[in-house]
Nanobody, 125 residues
């Protein structure tokens, strides 16, 4: 059974940093891409970043480029999202999800088969 578990969310002041973790288990072959999405209150879920095994690049939403960094530790089956220079508009529940890969359409929600339960991030003074 595929399971994704997010952790690391919390309350942080503007300009601060957080590192989210997504621990994956129960995978069979074929799920090489793991992405982070976020959903703010009253808004649609949107893609934040995606990392895929063997892909030439990682993908980021324009709103987080230069501030967020995605990485993975294959030995631990864990994907991380390092979030720096956080802004109030980054406040949301953050979810990780998995697909066959990322690709240029990585932000399409229907591409992802498995989702975690989410971890809340609040950026406020």
């Amino acid at each position: 059974q595929v399971q994704l578990v997010e952790s690391g969310g919390g309350l942080v002041q503007p300009g601060g940093s957080l590192r989210l973790s997504c621990a994956a288990s129960g995978f069979t072959s074929g799920y090489n891409g793991i992405a982070w999405f976020r959903q703010a209150p009253g808004k649609k879920r949107q893609g934040v970043s995606c990392i895929g095994i063997g892909e030439p690049m990682n993908y980021y939403a324009d709103s987080v480029k230069g501030r967020f960094t995605i990485s993975r530790d294959n030995a631990k089956n864990t994907v991380y999202l390092q979030m720096n220079s956080l802004k109030p508009e980054d406040t949301a529940v953050y979810y990780c999800a998995t697909a066959e890969g990322c690709g240029t359409m990585w932000y399409i929600i229907s591409n992802y088969d498995y989702w975690g339960q989410g971890t809340p991030v609040t950026v406020s003074s």
